[in-house]
Each structure stands twice: as structure tokens, then as C-alpha cells.
């Protein structure tokens, strides 16, 4: 697919280390990327053999930091007027107003490994059979003390296998619970972390306090607690006395984890510091650094403010195994699949060269010879693209003002009508998302047994148009990577689409104009399937058959009211959307038995205007064992029947219902102030524990 070379707007994602325990990455992970001056070439890791990636969205490390700054230089161009809110002949606004959202949060289960091969193709029995993320007697990843509890939900994430942050962890024997840190990395003042003793199921009890705030992963004995701005470890093997282990403070801010293989992978991302770019230290003086050598950056300068540090530890000793940097801009998404991470980023087109190009093609006829010099003699200047833009903007000023008033407003309207229509024909060309994958290298050659230390780089690079939503946008599968993104421009009707790139991340398939007018708000991949909701007034749901990745095809589309911001599949004929309706939360199955035909089996309409998934997916619990899932509402936890349409099944009365998980048979509802449990038998409320009141902590927002 071509590429606008004016198109600076780009989503880079980091990839990094060997997630999938018995599978060798293999010696053959390269990058193909451009070195300093610009040219393009192939670099390579630990000399790995090469391949040839024929994309022009090439990346390169920088060699110093002198390189850093000239290339900082060549960006503040462009950075210039990116974001520039100039408005072009009494037209169109061009600032950027491209929207998607960076939603990050995950719902873990084992059915929908979607990025494991092996898994996926057989999603329909795996969908039908499996219980938790985490499956029997354990954390998600597979870590903990099993003792009288032998089965245990894990968090409700995207990958089978690789763990994120959320506010609920159990090993079984013990549950921990951060309060008042419902979504993202930002504390509340009133936030801690409960310890339960699990072991009696039936009968939790109170066991012990953390004066830390955040979101939690839990790997073996060892609690992470992260927060915006550090990362602390307890030793939780007493869970009556759980003792800190080890403590980093991030120098700017953790944007999100993951927990895989026994390691845990943190992005973080910091500022850039122009007199000394590099290294960078992710984790303040005395910690980690990136060397300038293992900070990358596409090849084209483009508008950037900040960079994207993937950093590789252990998680009981806290040491660093690697770290890889990436210099990119606001708004990031993490997608992790079995064996890349994948950091995104987006920045905005830069109008003032297109709107120049525009007028010196499309409407060259319509303007005077001196404007047409004047025009090209700027297309050659060195300029910025805001010191473009007024000086474009300046000729036509003294063009316009040579015609009288009707002339001139019949100019006007007609230039302003042109630049619209452009802009709807070429806004694919202007809004991309750039993609970096995938340094998997794993330090040890041969089967991962979790204990070798991962190593990170920045490799293969391909592009596609638009913004995708969050990471289930994204999707590794059989060889390929899935995106759907939505496409929009300034005065244009959106559009969504979805593209399938191979294992050079080159395009081979496409579907285009997708919920025309609207903007993606869920999506989902089970196997070789997309579920993608797009919405403005109504709901559709589109069935995507990526069967042929060079040939995918949307099957099938039905419209409903309201929206499902988050599907999840119950079996192989039927998805779950839970989303809103005139404000209030709802439950919808469809049913996709008939991929051409999609229908509603039923639908749910709650007496609530706020659930937690709103927030998170994470918040999201299924029990296959007994048929159900769980909603939680601001008023209390909802527990509905999926074998047979929906069935409410049971209300739990708990005040600002947070998170639930299940032990054994016994549901847990966490609360603001109270964990309720339900014996999962007969629906009966069995216990509720009281949680001991919080008093506010001094939050520190800034280091």
C-alpha cells in the first residue's frame, strides 16, 4: 500500500522478548532498519542472519548523543505546527482531531489466546471448557500456594500467559485487594492493599495491610505494587507480615506492565532533555540506563516529545535483565502478545506541507503565475511546517486582496470546498499508525524455562492508516498481525478498518469503510474471526472472516441501539458485548452461528448508569463452570446465566462493586468497604467481611 510520505502521524510499538514457554525464537530476529544519515539499512543483533523489509516506516538507534539532539532538531519543524490550529482559506479547522481513545486494560481467560496459535484453532472447545485465566490452583501465571483451594479465576486479560496490572490478585490461599485504585497507575488518597487469608474459602479473614497504593501483579511470593511513579516489591510468603523487598522510582511515568515467563516487562516513559538526551534512565540516577545506542527512532523525523522505555526485571530481586528505548509521542496503547510487546504512539500530520502540495496540484489552474512561483519557492525552503503555512497563507492573502469582495468569497468558498473534498479522498494518507515489531530474542538458545534473562531490541517496521482504540485493536495470529483502526480527518466522515500485515509487517489484506461516520468502540479476535463494534447513534456489529489474510471479508453487520465497549466470546456461535443504552449499562449476546447473518439472542438492560468495565475489562469475571459471568454496577454485582440467553442469576447488595473472582465455589464481590461471598451451589450469600477503614495518605503527584 502506498504511503503519504507527508503522513507523520505514527503508532510505533516496541516488541520484546520470548514469552511462550517451550518455543525458541530462533536466531533469526533482525532489524531492518536506517541509520543515522538517513539511508536505509539492516542492523543487526548478536550477528543474526538477515531479511529484507521492504517498509518505508524504517527505524534506527541513534549512534550518540549528538545524533539524538540533531534529530530533536529536525523535529521541532515539524513538531512546530502539527499541532498548529491554523484554519486554511475561511475553511476547514486542519489541527488534528483524529480520535480513538488508549484505553489500556485487559480481561484475562484462557479461552481467548487469540495470539497463540495452537490455542486459538481451537477456540471453540477452549471457549466452551476452560474456567479462568489463571485455570486451576494459581495465578495467571501459574505461580502460587494451592493448599485447600484448586480452583482460582485469574485476571480477565487479552494474552493467555502474560499477566497485567490489575487491583485483585490470589494464589488462593491468599487474596490481595488494592483499594481505591480502581483504574490506571494514579493513587487514591484513601488506597492500600488488603491482605486476606483464603485458605477456607467459605470463611476469609482479614490477614494483613500494605501502606502502598496502585494496581498489582503477583508473581510466586513476590506482590508488585505499581503506581504512577514507582514500582515496589513485598515479599509476601507471611502474608501477616509481608516485608518490602525492594523499591524503583520511575523518573517520569509508568505507563503500564506486563508478567510473563517469570519476568516482569515495564513501559515507562519519560520527557526529553535536550542538552543531554541520553542514556536514558528510566528509574532516576543510579539505576538502569539506555544507552544512546539502544534508543530508536524512525528514520523520517517526525514530531516527538517523549520516549518509550520497555524495561526486562526479575521480579524478587528487582534486577534488570535489559532495557530498549523508542522516541515517539503522546497517546500510547500496549498490545502483548505470546512473544512481542507492542508500545504505540500517535502524532499528527503535518497540514501545512499538504495543504502546499494541494495547491500546487489540484488547484494550480486556478491560481496567478506569481502565486505558483511563490508557492514553489517555498515548497523548496527549509522551512518549518508553521513558517510553511503562514507564508503560504500570506500569498494567497495577497492574491485575495487584488479581487473584489464577490470574486474573492467565490475563491474562498471553492479553495475551502477543494481542501474538504481532498482531505476525504487522501485521509488515509494522513493519519498512520507505524508499527515496530518484534524483538523477541530470548538469552538462552534452546526452550525457555523462565529463569534466563530476556534481551530487547527494536526490529521489523510496517505502517497502516488510522488510530486503533486500545490494544484489543491488536492481535498476533497464525503468522500475522490483525489492527483495526478507525480513519478520520478534519471536516471528513470517519471511517474504520482493519488490515493484516505477515511477519514483516508488510500489508497483505485489507477490509476498508467500516461503520461510515462512526468510530470503533470494541473489537474482539477469536481465531481467524473479528467482532469490531463501531457507533454515532447505533451499534453495529460487524463479522470479519480473516480466513484468507490476503482476503479478509466482512460477512455480516447488524445494527441495535446503544454500544458494546467490550465483547467477549461465550462460545463458537456466540458473543457477549457489554456496553450502554440511553446510559445505562447493558448486556447483549449475539449470536454469530450464521456469520452473513448475525443476530441478537437477547440483551439485558440494567438499573445502573456506571459499571467498572467502563474503566477496565479487567473488571469483567466468566465462570464456565457454572454458566455464568459477572457485571459490576455502582449499586451492586450482577450475576447473569449465558447457557440460555441471559438469565439474572443473582444481585449481590454491595456498595460500588469493583472487581470478583471465584474460589473454588465460592464467588468473591469486592466492594469500597466489603468483599461479599456467594456459594456458587445455590447463590446464597455465605459471608461478608467488613474491611478495615482507610485514612487518607499523603499522595505524592510529582517526584
Same mark, same amino acid.
Given at each position: 500500500?502506498?504511503?503519504?510520505?507527508?503522513?507523520?502521524?505514527?503508532?510505533?510499538?516496541?516488541?520484546?522478548?520470548?514469552?511462550?514457554?517451550?518455543?525458541?525464537?530462533?536466531? %533469526?530476529?533482525?532489524?531492518?532498519?536506517?541509520?543515522?544519515?538517513?539511508?536505509?539499512?539492516?542492523?543487526?543483533?548478536?550477528?543474526?542472519?538477515?531479511?529484507?523489509?521492504?517498509?518505508?516506516?524504517?527505524?534506527?538507534?541513534?549512534?550518540?548523543?549528538?545524533?539524538?539532539?540533531?534529530?530533536?532538531?529536525?523535529?521541532?519543524?515539524?513538531?512546530?505546527?502539527?499541532?498548529?490550529?491554523?484554519?486554511?482559506?475561511?475553511?476547514?479547522?486542519?489541527?488534528?482531531?483524529?480520535?480513538?481513545?488508549?484505553?489500556?486494560?485487559?480481561?484475562?481467560?484462557?479461552?481467548?489466546?487469540?495470539?497463540?496459535?495452537?490455542?486459538?484453532?481451537?477456540?471453540?472447545?477452549?471457549?466452551?471448557?476452560?474456567?479462568?485465566?489463571?485455570?486451576?490452583?494459581?495465578?495467571?501465571?501459574?505461580?502460587?500456594?494451592?493448599?485447600?483451594?484448586?480452583?482460582?479465576?485469574?485476571?480477565?486479560?487479552?494474552?493467555?500467559?502474560?499477566?497485567?496490572?490489575?487491583?485483585?490478585?490470589?494464589?488462593?490461599?491468599?487474596?490481595?485487594?488494592?483499594? %481505591?485504585?480502581?483504574?490506571?497507575?494514579?493513587?487514591?488518597?484513601?488506597?492500600?492493599?488488603?491482605?486476606?487469608?483464603?485458605?477456607?474459602?467459605?470463611?476469609?479473614?482479614?490477614?494483613?495491610?500494605?501502606?502502598?497504593?496502585?494496581?498489582?501483579?503477583?508473581?510466586?511470593?513476590?506482590?508488585?505494587?505499581?503506581?504512577?511513579?514507582?514500582?515496589?516489591?513485598?515479599?509476601?510468603?507471611?502474608?501477616?507480615?509481608?516485608?518490602?523487598?525492594?523499591?524503583?522510582?520511575?523518573?517520569?511515568?509508568?505507563?503500564?506492565?506486563?508478567?510473563?515467563?517469570?519476568?516482569?516487562?515495564?513501559?515507562?516513559?519519560?520527557?526529553?532533555?535536550?542538552?543531554?538526551?541520553?542514556?536514558?534512565?528510566?528509574?532516576?540516577?543510579?539505576?538502569?540506563?539506555?544507552?544512546?545506542?539502544?534508543?530508536?527512532?524512525?528514520?523520517?523525523?517526525?514530531?516527538?516529545?517523549?520516549?518509550?522505555?520497555?524495561?526486562?526485571?526479575?521480579?524478587?530481586?528487582?534486577?534488570?535483565?535489559?532495557?530498549?528505548?523508542?522516541?515517539?509521542?503522546?497517546?500510547?496503547?500496549?498490545?502483548?502478545?505470546?512473544?512481542?510487546?507492542?508500545?504505540?504512539?500517535?502524532?499528527?500530520?503535518?497540514?501545512?506541507?499538504?495543504?502546499?502540495?494541494?495547491?500546487?496540484?489540484?488547484?494550480?489552474?486556478?491560481?496567478?503565475?506569481?502565486?505558483?512561483?511563490?508557492?514553489?519557492?517555498?515548497?523548496?525552503?527549509?522551512?518549518?511546517?508553521?513558517?510553511?503555512?503562514?507564508?503560504?497563507?500570506?500569498?494567497?492573502?495577497?492574491?485575495?486582496?487584488?479581487?473584489?469582495?464577490?470574486?474573492?468569497?467565490?475563491?474562498?468558498?471553492?479553495?475551502?470546498?477543494?481542501?474538504?473534498?481532498?482531505?476525504?479522498?487522501?485521509?488515509?494518507?494522513?493519519?498512520?499508525?507505524?508499527?515496530?515489531?518484534?524483538?523477541?530474542?530470548?538469552?538462552?538458545? %534452546?526452550?525457555?524455562?523462565?529463569?534466563?534473562?530476556?534481551?530487547?531490541?527494536?526490529?521489523?517496521?510496517?505502517?497502516?492508516?488510522?488510530?486503533?482504540?486500545?490494544?484489543?485493536?491488536?492481535?498476533?495470529?497464525?503468522?500475522?498481525?490483525?489492527?483495526?483502526?478507525?480513519?478520520?480527518?478534519?471536516?471528513?466522515?470517519?471511517?474504520?478498518?482493519?488490515?493484516?500485515?505477515?511477519?514483516?509487517?508488510?500489508?497483505?489484506?485489507?477490509?476498508?469503510?467500516?461503520?461510515?461516520?462512526?468510530?470503533?468502540?470494541?473489537?474482539?479476535?477469536?481465531?481467524?474471526?473479528?467482532?469490531?463494534?463501531?457507533?454515532?447513534?447505533?451499534?453495529?456489529?460487524?463479522?470479519?472472516?480473516?480466513?484468507?489474510?490476503?482476503?479478509?471479508?466482512?460477512?455480516?453487520?447488524?445494527?441495535?441501539?446503544?454500544?458494546?465497549?467490550?465483547?467477549?466470546?461465550?462460545?463458537?456461535?456466540?458473543?457477549?458485548?457489554?456496553?450502554?443504552?440511553?446510559?445505562?449499562?447493558?448486556?447483549?449476546?449475539?449470536?454469530?452461528?450464521?456469520?452473513?447473518?448475525?443476530?441478537?439472542?437477547?440483551?439485558?438492560?440494567?438499573?445502573?448508569?456506571?459499571?467498572?468495565?467502563?474503566?477496565?475489562?479487567?473488571?469483567?469475571?466468566?465462570?464456565?463452570?457454572?454458566?455464568?459471568?459477572?457485571?459490576? %454496577?455502582?449499586?451492586?454485582?450482577?450475576?447473569?446465566?449465558?447457557?440460555?440467553?441471559?438469565?439474572?442469576?443473582?444481585?449481590?447488595?454491595?456498595?460500588?462493586?469493583?472487581?470478583?473472582?471465584?474460589?473454588?465455589?465460592?464467588?468473591?464481590?469486592?466492594?469500597?468497604?466489603?468483599?461479599?461471598?456467594?456459594?456458587?451451589?445455590?447463590?446464597?450469600?455465605?459471608?461478608?467481611?467488613?474491611?478495615?477503614?482507610?485514612?487518607?495518605?499523603?499522595?505524592?503527584?510529582?517526584?
Amino acid at each position: 500500500m502506498p504511503r503519504n510520505p507527508l503522513s507523520t502521524t505514527a503508532v510505533v510499538a516496541i516488541a520484546v522478548v520470548a514469552l511462550l514457554v517451550g518455543t525458541a525464537v530462533g536466531a %533469526g530476529v533482525y532489524a531492518a532498519v536506517g541509520s543515522d544519515d538517513g539511508s536505509n539499512s539492516q542492523q543487526l543483533r548478536d550477528g543474526q542472519s538477515t531479511a529484507t523489509n521492504s517498509s518505508s516506516a524504517d527505524v534506527a538507534a541513534f549512534s550518540s548523543a549528538a545524533a539524538f539532539r540533531s534529530y530533536l532538531d529536525a523535529s521541532a519543524d515539524r513538531r512546530s505546527s502539527s499541532y498548529h490550529d491554523a484554519t486554511f482559506l475561511d475553511g476547514p479547522r486542519v489541527a488534528s482531531s483524529a480520535e480513538g481513545g488508549t484505553a489500556d486494560g485487559v480481561v484475562t481467560e484462557t479461552a481467548v489466546a487469540e495470539s497463540t496459535p495452537q490455542a486459538t484453532a481451537e477456540a471453540a472447545q477452549t471457549v466452551a471448557s476452560d474456567t479462568s485465566a489463571g485455570g486451576n490452583a494459581g495465578g495467571v501465571d501459574g505461580s502460587g500456594r494451592s493448599g485447600s483451594v484448586d480452583r482460582v479465576s485469574g485476571t480477565n486479560v487479552q494474552v493467555t500467559g502474560v499477566d497485567e496490572p490489575d487491583v485483585v490478585k490470589s494464589d488462593g490461599e491468599s487474596v490481595y485487594y488494592a483499594r %481505591g485504585s480502581r483504574s490506571g497507575f494514579y493513587p487514591n488518597k484513601r488506597a492500600g492493599v488488603t491482605l486476606l487469608n483464603t485458605s477456607n474459602p467459605v470463611s476469609p479473614e482479614l490477614a494483613g495491610e500494605i501502606d502502598a497504593s496502585g494496581q498489582l501483579l503477583l508473581a510466586n511470593d513476590t506482590l508488585l505494587v505499581l503506581s504512577h511513579d514507582a514500582v515496589v516489591a513485598y515479599d509476601v510468603s507471611d502474608r501477616e507480615n509481608p516485608e518490602e523487598r525492594w523499591t524503583k522510582e520511575v523518573s517520569g511515568r509508568l505507563q503500564t506492565a506486563r508478567l510473563s515467563d517469570g519476568h516482569v516487562y515495564l513501559v515507562t516513559v519519560d520527557g526529553l532533555w535536550y542538552d543531554a538526551p541520553c542514556p536514558i534512565r528510566p528509574f532516576g540516577d543510579g539505576g538502569a540506563e539506555v544507552a544512546c545506542t539502544d534508543v530508536y527512532h524512525p528514520t523520517e523525523p517526525v514530531p516527538v516529545d517523549q520516549t518509550y522505555t520497555t524495561t526486562a526485571l526479575d521480579p524478587e530481586s528487582g534486577d534488570v535483565a535489559d532495557s530498549v528505548s523508542f522516541l515517539g509521542g503522546h497517546g500510547s496503547t500496549v498490545y502483548m502478545s505470546g512473544d512481542s510487546l507492542y508500545v504505540t504512539y500517535v502524532q499528527p500530520p503535518e497540514y501545512g506541507r499538504l495543504y502546499l502540495d494541494f495547491l500546487l496540484t489540484e488547484e494550480r489552474d486556478r491560481l496567478p503565475d506569481s502565486v505558483v512561483d511563490r508557492l514553489e519557492e517555498l515548497r523548496e525552503y527549509d522551512l518549518s511546517s508553521q513558517a510553511r503555512s503562514i507564508e503560504t497563507n500570506r500569498a494567497l492573502s495577497t492574491w485575495y486582496r487584488s479581487l473584489d469582495a464577490d470574486e474573492r468569497r467565490e475563491v474562498q468558498t471553492e479553495l475551502a470546498n477543494d481542501w474538504r473534498n481532498h482531505l476525504d479522498e487522501h485521509k488515509r494518507e494522513l493519519t498512520s499508525t507505524g508499527i515496530v515489531k518484534k524483538v523477541s530474542v530470548d538469552s538462552a538458545e %534452546g526452550e525457555s524455562d523462565g529463569d534466563s534473562a530476556p534481551s530487547l531490541t527494536v526490529a521489523d517496521v510496517g505502517s497502516v492508516p488510522g488510530v486503533p482504540l486500545n490494544q484489543f485493536s491488536l492481535s498476533e495470529y497464525d503468522g500475522h498481525l490483525r489492527i483495526a483502526t478507525t480513519i478520520q480527518a478534519p471536516g471528513t466522515e470517519s471511517e474504520n478498518d482493519l488490515y493484516v500485515l505477515d511477519e514483516k509487517l508488510e500489508t497483505v489484506g485489507e477490509v476498508q469503510g467500516m461503520g461510515v461516520d462512526e468510530q470503533i468502540y470494541s473489537v474482539r479476535y477469536v481465531g481467524d474471526t473479528a467482532y469490531v463494534v463501531t457507533f454515532k447513534r447505533i451499534d453495529p456489529f460487524h463479522v470479519v472472516d480473516l480466513s484468507d489474510p490476503e482476503n479478509p471479508e466482512v460477512k455480516g453487520e447488524l445494527k441495535l441501539p446503544g454500544f458494546s465497549s467490550y465483547l467477549h466470546p461465550l462460545s463458537e456461535d456466540r458473543v457477549l458485548g457489554v456496553g450502554e443504552e440511553n446510559g445505562q449499562v447493558k448486556a447483549v449476546v449475539f449470536d454469530v452461528s450464521d456469520p452473513e447473518n448475525p443476530t441478537v439472542e437477547d440483551d439485558y438492560v440494567l438499573d445502573e448508569r456506571w459499571s467498572a468495565i467502563r474503566e477496565s475489562h479487567h473488571a469483567f469475571l466468566i465462570d464456565r463452570k457454572h454458566g455464568v459471568f459477572f457485571l459490576p %454496577g455502582q449499586q451492586g454485582g450482577y450475576v447473569f446465566g449465558y447457557d440460555d440467553g441471559l438469565e439474572l442469576q443473582k444481585v449481590v447488595d454491595v456498595q460500588g462493586a469493583q472487581r470478583a473472582i471465584y474460589l473454588n465455589d465460592y464467588l468473591y464481590v469486592f466492594g469500597d468497604s466489603e468483599v461479599v461471598v456467594v456459594d456458587e451451589t445455590n447463590w446464597e450469600r455465605v459471608t461478608t467481611l467488613e474491611l478495615p477503614e482507610r485514612g487518607y495518605r499523603d499522595v505524592e503527584w510529582e517526584r
